[in-house]
């Protein structure tokens, strides 16, 4: 070998040295942070954690660690790669974070995937000021628009009621839900935070949803969890991985133009929508240089709230059809309530859930089944805290994410008496009334819970209950063959692909 070449190894030797050690001493710097099962360099635990499970992975972990109480618990530290996080399993731990320690764990932790599209802007991503001035806007904007009174309830009737034409059209023959689901769901935001519906043929509004759906998808593939773990290599390599971030800004380039043409209409004493109510809000305070009403923050919050208020509930009445095929008897229950409490000559409101038990839980079970987010998003700590006898610190560079696994609540055995079961009964006193469960947490819980849980939590009675009162559910397969296991899962749950009937009561 000449002496060039030898050269030339030797100082690719020596720095690979060096960013194996730099990777180890960032693994193992910080604080007394919970134990859990030791490191590779680099590596870190990814022979444990599996990119395309990484829910039931970590579930494995806990059941692995727990065996040893002495040594470990329901929190511990692993390392996706470089990144070092603090996973929280079950009811307990999970509380104890997120509402007794409310304030300390407020923080948003890192999601790589998307945060090339976000860094760090839009209410969802957002920190420390930037995140209170907009939640704190956004919360209030959107209670002006109805969220949780009268007025979107009648904003979802009708979206509903547009929902059964398109349905009958069917005339009982097998289609895929998806998109009717999403177009009927996503109006309903849609008239928030744009001020108007769309047309369910509407091109544009067909490749938003496609867009929103494909990139559901895209960030709980196994490409996404690697990219979350190694994003200072992956941002620089093609593939897969980087289909998220165009399908992102795809989406917002749409919201800019919509604010463009609020822009040029704007009215600042008749506000139409959640943007307009933004655009007066950055008027108020462009003299203010510590606002954070800025276009960059309209566009990016905007998308949050479009984003998440349509696929998140979409998703749940896909899956929720799906178990109520498999399981045919409930949904027979679920008819006979509907004969009972509002029958068929109206339309159903939401004030018949108090009457309607039954019903009420089968569609807790549903979302608690579903489990759309299980990882939960990421949090972290917004000061050095102690927790459980260890400390979290809070690093002055990027550092220790806390993962509240949400899946691993919803299925808490100490709360739930049959957590892996399909079971209304979980939401069911010994009298067949409604009954509360504190591990029941789909929006999260904590200064981070979901916007939009009042409106998401009427949509989805008014929804299921508007489409059974009208309508049984056929599948084309044998009860007994329904697979329910998630297309995808990772970041979300990604409901099976399927068809089915409606067949006209």
Not at 42 to 49: A, C, E, K, Y
Not at 156 to 185: H, M
Request: aromatic letters at 10%; charged letters at 25%; hydrophobic letters at 40%.
């Amino acid at each position: 070998m000449e002496l060039g070449g030898a050269i030339t190894m030797f100082l690719v030797i020596c720095l690979s040295c060096l960013v194996l050690v730099s990777v180890w001493k960032k693994m193992h710097k910080g604080g007394k942070l919970p134990p859990g099962p030791t490191p590779l360099p680099f590596l870190g635990n990814l022979l444990q954690v599996k990119t395309d499970q990484p829910f039931k992975s970590f579930l494995e972990v806990t059941l692995q660690l727990c065996g040893c109480p002495d040594k470990y618990g329901p929190v511990f530290t692993v390392h996706l790669g470089p990144r070092r996080v603090v996973v929280l399993c079950g009811h307990e731990a999970v509380k104890e974070a997120l509402v007794d320690q409310a304030e300390e764990f407020s923080g948003r932790g890192e999601l790589a995937s998307i945060d090339r599209n976000f860094n760090g802007f839009g209410v969802a991503m957002a920190n420390g000021e930037r995140w209170r001035q907009l939640r704190r806007f956004s919360l209030t904007t959107l209670r002006n628009f109805g969220m949780g009174k009268r007025s979107i309830e009648e904003r979802i009737q009708e979206e509903a009621r547009y929902l059964l034409e398109e349905f009958r059209k069917t005339r009982g023959l097998p289609f895929d839900p998806i998109f009717f689901l999403s177009r009927t769901v996503s109006n309903v935001i849609s008239s928030v935070v744009f001020g108007s519906r769309f047309d369910y043929e509407d091109k544009t509004f067909l490749s938003l949803l496609r867009m929103i759906n494909e990139s559901f998808i895209e960030m709980s593939t196994p490409w996404a969890q690697l990219y979350d773990m190694y994003s200072c290599i992956m941002q620089y390599l093609p593939g897969r991985h980087n289909r998220i971030y165009y399908l992102i800004e795809d989406l917002k380039a749409f919201i800019a133009e919509r604010v463009k043409v609020n822009q040029e209409s704007l009215d600042p004493n008749a506000p139409r929508d959640f943007i307009d109510c933004f655009l007066i809000q950055m008027e108020k305070e462009k003299k203010n240089p510590n606002s954070e009403f800025n276009m960059k923050n309209l566009v990016l919050t905007t998308l949050n709230l479009f984003f998440a208020g349509t696929e998140t509930v979409s998703s749940t009445l896909r899956y929720g059809f799906l178990f109520l095929m498999k399981y045919p008897e409930v949904e027979e229950k679920v008819h006979q309530e509907i004969n009972h409490v509002i029958s068929c000559h109206r339309r159903p409101a939401s004030e018949d859930r108090m009457k309607m038990p039954y019903t009420d839980a089968v569609i807790h079970d549903i979302q608690r089944m579903t489990d759309i987010v299980p990882l939960g998003v990421p949090h972290t700590v917004i000061r050095d805290i102690q927790f459980r006898g260890h400390t979290s610190p809070r690093d002055s560079g990027p550092g220790t994410d806390v993962l509240p696994l949400l899946g691993s609540v919803l299925r808490d055995s100490k709360y739930f008496s049959n957590p892996e079961d399909f079971n209304p009964g979980h939401f069911l006193d010994e009298n067949g009334r409604f009954k509360k469960n504190d591990a029941f947490v789909p929006f999260s819980s904590g200064k981070r819970v979901c916007l939009g849980e009042a409106m998401a939590r009427m949509e989805l009675f008014l929804y299921f209950t508007a489409i059974l009162q009208s309508f049984s559910l056929k599948s084309h397969i044998p009860a007994k063959d329904i697979d329910i296991t998630p297309k995808v899962s990772g970041f979300g749950n990604i409901p099976p692909t399927y068809e089915m009937c409606l067949v006209p009561r």
